[in-house]
């Protein structure tokens, strides 16, 4: 089944404007000062929950600010490193599963690059050439990486050496692994599909249509249970990860980014309009929306849940952090086990002689036996009268 999700527009927006404003005000804080002349490009909270990597800079090669990716303290919002990147921004981050390690992808001939946190030293670069990289996304379960580049294609890097490994013959601009680290889902800027692929034998699991615009965000639940896809014709579909169904369509439009909550159960979107709203997912309601004056590029959530980190255009020189209402997931109902009494024989007699029908000594024996459980019925029915 299919469920669409529109925002009522019967409100009256400057009221509604007042209201967000001081939602805002009161439930956000600013992090660490960046260039105001810069875009934030990506952002992304460590698993360990400890930091948060994002890279600003202009759209742009040798812009008149240098671009940057830092590294700040998730509690304080100090910043703990400055990573070198060169002269191209950094578009797309990811972290390491155990948050030693962060992978950048640049624009530039040099493609992507993997920096060790602790030092703020390079530990791999591609060296790809050509037009350079998009995205990239580090498998949970292994050093492998998945890199998107200009071309529209996708490639698997092992992320400690930067040696390449295989390339994937799949359409892909933005991607995101499945959590166990099998598959991947991928969007193409130039089409309307979302792909999921096997990774191991580089074969198209599915194909996903819905979207009558190229997508530009993908993200994969959590749970495992299902996907979530942002497209240019101004919709952000859920769909169910195993069979490929589409389950809901919010409309939000122009969005840049989307990502699932740790519940599995809300999504935050990203809107170049200016906005982020996260939405219920089973219900179909926003619970929390945000106003920007400029357009929001990036959004992530912290690995518990409770903050919700963005960043884009228009920005006052600052990384903002918010703590969205968060929902709880729907509990699972599990029976309560009952009691099933066993019954343990005390007869150890084993019988080792089957009876003949057609044996007469056999046939007397039962006779015997039939008369005695007879007299025994008897003798039950004098001594209790009533037990009929």
């Known amino acids: 089944m299919i469920v669409?999700?529109?925002?009522?527009?019967?409100?009256?927006?400057?009221?509604?404007f007042l209201v967000l404003f001081l939602v805002v005000l009161v439930s956000t804080k600013a992090l660490a000062q960046i260039p105001q002349t810069q875009y934030l490009q990506a952002v992304f909270w460590s698993p360990d929950g400890t930091l948060i990597a994002y890279s600003t800079g202009e759209d742009v090669c040798n812009p008149p600010v240098p671009a940057s990716v830092f590294i700040v303290n998730a509690t304080t919002g100090?910043?703990?490193?400055?990573?070198?990147?060169g002269d191209c921004s950094i578009l797309d981050l990811a972290?390491?599963?155990?948050?030693?390690?962060?992978?950048?992808?640049?624009?530039?001939?040099?493609?992507?690059?993997?920096?060790?946190?602790d030092t703020g030293l390079m530990t791999a670069i591609a060296h790809s050439g050509g037009?350079?990289?998009?995205?990239?996304?580090?498998?949970?379960?292994?050093?492998?990486?998945?890199v998107t580049g200009l071309g529209g294609a996708g490639n698997l890097y092992n992320a400690i050496t930067g040696e390449f490994i295989k390339a994937l013959r799949v359409p892909a601009t933005n991607a995101d692994w499945s959590p166990d680290g099998i598959q991947i889902a991928s969007v193409r800027y130039s089409m309307n599909s979302v792909y999921v692929t096997d990774v191991e034998n580089d074969s198209l699991q599915m194909t996903l249509e819905g979207h009558s615009e190229p997508a530009v965000s993908i993200d994969w639940s959590p749970?495992?249970?299902?996907?979530?896809?942002?497209?240019?014709?101004?919709?952000?579909?859920?769909?169910?990860?195993?069979?490929?169904?589409?389950?809901?369509?919010?409309?939000?439009?122009?969005?840049?980014?989307?990502?699932?909550?740790?519940?599995?159960?809300?999504?935050?979107?990203?809107?170049?309009?200016?906005?982020?709203?996260?939405?219920?997912?089973?219900?179909?309601?926003?619970?929390?929306?945000?106003?920007?004056?400029?357009?929001?590029?990036a959004i992530a959530w912290s690995p518990d849940g409770t903050q919700l980190a963005y960043g884009g255009v228009g920005f006052t020189g600052e990384l903002t952090i918010v703590e969205p209402t968060i929902i709880q997931p729907t509990p699972i109902y599990t029976p309560t086990p009952t009691h099933t009494p066993t019954f343990t024989s005390t007869n150890t007699h084993t019988p080792t002689h089957t009876p003949d029908p057609y044996s007469y000594a056999d046939a007397c024996s039962a006779d015997a036996t039939s008369h005695?459980?007879?007299?025994?019925?008897?003798?039950?029915?004098d001594s209790y009268p009533n037990s009929r």
């Open 4 to 16: 669409s999700f529109r925002l009522k527009q019967s409100q009256t927006w400057l009221g509604v």
């Open 78 to 85: 100090n910043i703990v490193k400055t990573l070198p990147i």
């Open 95 to 117: 972290w390491s599963s155990d948050s030693t390690r962060l992978a950048g992808a640049s624009g530039d001939g040099l493609g992507f690059r993997v920096w060790d946190v």
């Open 131 to 146: 037009q350079g990289d998009l995205s990239v996304d580090w498998n949970p379960s292994s050093n492998e990486i998945f």
């Open 223 to 297: 749970d495992g249970s299902k996907l979530a896809s942002a497209s240019w014709d101004g919709t952000t579909r859920i769909w169910d990860a195993n069979s490929g169904q589409s389950l809901a369509i919010f409309n939000i439009s122009n969005p840049s980014d989307v990502r699932w909550h740790p519940n599995s159960r809300q999504i935050a979107v990203a809107s170049f309009d200016g906005f982020v709203q996260v939405w219920d997912v089973e219900t179909g309601q926003i619970t929390d929306t945000y106003i920007n004056s400029g357009g929001v590029n």
């Open 372 to 381: 005695a459980h007879a007299d025994a019925r008897a003798t039950d029915s």
